[in-house]
């Protein structure tokens, strides 16, 4: 082979090297460019959100708390019982708080201190948390129902049960309306035999009376001695609850009536923006009293416990909010002013002696003897 043959071949041989290089860096380059630049810091993990307090929670939170203090009551209540009828040695001072279940007797309590002036010596504490309940109801709806009253936590979460079972119905309109009705009825007999029927000199002899004196004792014997009749009724009323959200405290409870009626002066209320609802009803329900929130502009129905599980509900932003007097307050708002004035009411009492009987504990006990037989 000549040289000139030999140069040219080494220089073409050259060259097709360099062209293979330079496709293969083209190559390798190509995906790398069509790859994403990848952060310059990407972090570890992320925080997760913080929880923050719902309606729903809050309102679990204080029904549990106030369910275990009347836990503690009841125990104590029975053990003082024990004692009032001769059952035990031991004594054990009567909580109380648990003449704040004695609507009959503070209804009457109330009417005759209206008129005298006088306070009720014999269940002091009970007018004292009348007084209290009736304010909450006038000042934040019926948060005393939504919030503390034991029975309304029975009723509400049997009311749950049933919508897990797949039995609660929501009745029609006219068919709840009349439901409604019914626990008005015993309303207006005891506020006609309490406020009308009977003179305050009657008031007195009743409130003087051995009956009135263990009234509190007769309302744990009549559960703890319950007769066919009463368990037959207590098995209606929670047969009811599975079937209709809240049965009790919406169709029987002449107490929520009472409290009910005195919410429609409250400032309080969970109004509506029409023009951002869109009527899904998911308010509707949420609503323990299935309240109609998405017809209404200003929720004042006497059925409305101020919880907000309406305004929790919905999906829409800045639809419903809890107001006061037209202007915005937080969903808590119901549920504070409701413990706050429970515990001043508490406080005042136990500063003034408006707390605890002035009945001596042995003349109790006598009573108790008469009475049960002790």
């Not at 029904?63 to 836990?71: D, I, S, Y």
């Not at 009803?281 to 949420?286: E, F, I, K, V």
Request: aromatic share 10%; charged share 15%.
């Amino acid at each position: 082979m000549r040289n000139g043959d030999t140069t040219s071949g080494a220089i073409v041989y050259l060259n097709s090297l360099k062209g293979y290089s330079a496709m293969n860096t083209s190559a390798d380059s190509a995906p790398e460019a069509a790859q994403p630049t990848a952060p310059a810091h990407t972090p570890l993990a992320t925080k997760p959100p913080k929880r923050r307090i719902t309606p729903t929670l809050l309102r679990r939170g204080v029904q549990g708390a106030f369910a275990l203090f009347l836990v503690w009551v009841g125990w104590n209540f029975y053990l003082y019982v024990q004692w009032a009828t001769g059952k035990s040695q031991t004594f054990t001072p009567k909580p109380p708080s648990v003449e704040g279940f004695l609507p009959i007797s503070e209804l009457m309590a109330a009417r005759r201190l209206f008129e005298t002036g006088m306070w009720d010596v014999v269940h002091p504490a009970g007018l004292t948390l009348f007084l209290a309940i009736a304010l909450m109801a006038l000042l934040f709806r019926k948060g005393f129902c939504g919030y503390i009253c034991p029975v309304g936590l029975a009723s509400n979460l049997l009311g749950r049960l049933g919508e897990r079972l797949g039995l609660n119905r929501n009745p029609p309109r006219k068919l709840e309306l009349a439901l409604q009705a019914i626990k008005y009825i015993p309303l207006v007999l005891l506020c006609y035999f309490s406020f009308f029927a009977m003179s305050v000199d009657e008031i007195d002899s009743f409130m003087g009376a051995p009956f009135n004196m263990v009234a509190d004792s007769s309302m744990l014997f009549f559960f703890l001695r319950a007769s066919t009749t009463t368990l037959i009724v207590v098995g209606v009323i929670v047969a009811a609850s599975l079937v209709a959200r809240n049965a009790w405290c919406r169709f029987l409870c002449p107490y929520g009536a009472f409290l009910g009626i005195l919410a429609l002066a409250s400032p309080v209320a969970v109004r509506r923006n029409a023009a951002t609802c869109t009527s899904c009803r998911r308010c509707q329900r949420a609503c323990p009293s299935a309240i109609a929130v998405h017809e209404k502009t200003r929720v004042n129905s006497p059925e409305c416990l101020g919880c907000t599980a309406c305004i929790e509900a919905c999906p829409q932003k800045d639809c419903l909010h809890l107001s006061a007097a037209r202007s915005r307050v937080p969903f808590w708002t119901v549920a504070a002013g409701c413990l706050v004035l429970l515990f001043a009411a508490y406080l005042w009492a136990v500063s003034t002696g408006h707390w605890v009987s002035e009945i001596p504990p042995g003349m109790l006990r006598r009573f108790h003897m008469i009475q049960f037989g002790g």
